[in-house]
Every structure is written in structure tokens, then in C-alpha cells.
């Protein structure tokens, strides 16, 4: 862990976000999709936002994104970035980077998703990290 990660709790789950959870310990990132209206939504929930229908299923995230926004936290003990970034599939997601130093950092960088787990539990939970150009040509 780098001097500009924070160290990770394990998260509340509830029974909107059990399968998100249990996808992420498997190092897969899933979003909600409603199948009435054709678009993908966060943060879980059981009707979609956009039309109000519980014909929502589960569907993998190909894991890339950019950066919409984003901010360094300093006062923290260990400073850490928080980052709003748009998934490739369409939803924003509220997030951390990591592995990057925050001068590096830029609205619209490509960033893949990667995993952190909470010292003492099996939890995984994903943040960011700038894609490498490898990872910018497939995204």
C-alpha cells in the first residue's frame, strides 16, 4: 500500500447489495441493468432509477472507466484521492484511486478497476487505478 492509500473497512452489506459484494470477493465488478429500459445503474437498488421497473439483473462491468472528478483528501491520517469515475457502461461510480500519485491525476484519465481487501476480512472491495496503455487502446 502506497503513502497515498487509506487503509479499507469492510463494507455494510445489505440485501440490495449481497450479490455486488459476493461478485467483488471474486475480484468481479457488476452493476445493476434494467431490462425494460436498456440502461445500466448505480448503486444498486431493487427498481431502476431511470424508469421505475424491477426487471433489473446483474451484469459484469468490463472494469474501465474515466475520471469525472475527483479530490485529495490531505487531513486524513494517511491522505488518500476520492474520485466520482464514469464506468465504460455508463454509470458514475463514487471511488478511490490508487496507485498514482495525485499530480498525475487528470479529468477524463482512463482508469481499471482493481481490488483492495479490509485487514481481517475475506471482503474485496474495488477502486481505481490509471490504465496503462495497453489497457487505453482495449478501452
Given at each position: 500500500m502506497s503513502s497515498w492509500e487509506k487503509d479499507?473497512?469492510?463494507?455494510?452489506?445489505?440485501e440490495d447489495s449481497k450479490r455486488f459484494w459476493s461478485m467483488a470477493s471474486e475480484k468481479r465488478l457488476v452493476i445493476k441493468h434494467c431490462m425494460s429500459c436498456d440502461k445500466s445503474h448505480w448503486y444498486p437498488r431493487p427498481r431502476?432509477?431511470?424508469c421505475l421497473d424491477g426487471n433489473t439483473v446483474w451484469?459484469?462491468?468490463?472494469?474501465?472507466?474515466?475520471?469525472?472528478?475527483?479530490?485529495?483528501?490531505?487531513?486524513?491520517v494517511k491522505p488518500y484521492?476520492?474520485?466520482?469515475v464514469t464506468l465504460d457502461e455508463g454509470p458514475s461510480?463514487?471511488?478511490n484511486i490508487v496507485d498514482c500519485d495525485p499530480v498525475q491525476l487528470q479529468i477524463g484519465m482512463r482508469v481499471v478497476v482493481t481490488f483492495r481487501h479490509p485487514e481481517g476480512d475475506s471482503a474485496a472491495i474495488p477502486v481505481f487505478r490509471p490504465a496503462d496503455n495497453e489497457e487505453e487502446n482495449n478501452g
Open positions: 479499507y473497512f469492510a463494507p455494510i452489506i445489505d431502476c432509477p431511470f451484469k459484469e462491468a468490463l472494469g474501465g472507466g474515466s475520471i469525472y472528478s475527483y479530490s485529495v483528501m490531505r487531513r486524513a484521492i476520492v474520485a466520482f461510480v463514487l471511488t
